[in-house]
């Protein structure tokens, strides 16, 4: 259900411009390997981004904060509380050639 609601809300634009923590928060709960690495999931999240127009600076975020941001998503969602991490790191949609970096 949770992959339902990321992907329903991810392709909202609008709501993706202004929500990608929250898709976020939701793509990674319902994330079927609790181990994995999370690649699937920003693949998904970036491509999701981009067709709403933006992108997000990872390489700029923190991981343990951005962790910490997630976490608290994840146990609160619809909070704002990765919206509110990742809003400084929000750029224009990069080109998919970009995305890789």
């Given at each position: ?11 909202d ?20 390997f609790?181990?994995?690495?999370g ?10 981004a ?6 997000i ?21 619809g909070k ?11 750029r ?10």
């Amino acid at each position: 259900r949770a992959m339902d609601i990321a992907l329903k809300k991810g392709q909202d634009k609008e709501f993706m411009r202004q929500n990608p923590g929250e898709v976020m928060g939701y793509l990674a709960f319902g994330h079927p390997f609790l181990d994995g690495n999370g690649r699937a999931i920003m693949v998904v999240h970036s491509e999701l981004a981009r067709r709403a127009g933006i992108s997000i600076d990872w390489a700029s975020t923190d991981k343990d904060d951005f962790l910490a941001a997630l976490t608290q998503e994840i146990e609160d969602p619809g909070k704002g509380h990765l919206d509110r991490y990742l809003k400084p790191y929000i750029r224009s949609a990069m080109t998919q050639d970009k995305l890789v970096d």
